[in-house]
């Protein structure tokens, strides 16, 4: 999971993991170490994840036009 997620660094990104409290996490990937990696949220604020308790990783979606598209979950 390691290598395949640092496809996403600097990438705007939905990472969706089995114990968070909405069941996915939107922001920005800044860095991936050994079992976690660094999520910097819209906010500016900044969160440590577990890579063992991720599930899936998905860029943003985005229309033609680069702007965001609305997801509903």
Not at 18 to 33: A, F, M, Q, Y
Not at 34 to 45: A, C, F, R
């Amino acid at each position: 999971m390691k290598e395949l997620a640092k496809r996403f660094i600097e990438k705007e990104c939905i990472v969706y993991t089995v114990t968070s409290n909405d069941s996915s996490i939107h922001g920005v990937i800044k860095e991936i170490d050994d079992g976690g990696m660094v999520i910097e949220k819209t906010s500016g604020e900044k969160e440590l994840i577990n890579l063992d308790f991720v599930t899936r990783i998905r860029e943003y979606p985005r229309k033609k036009n680069g702007k965001k598209k609305i997801i509903f979950e």
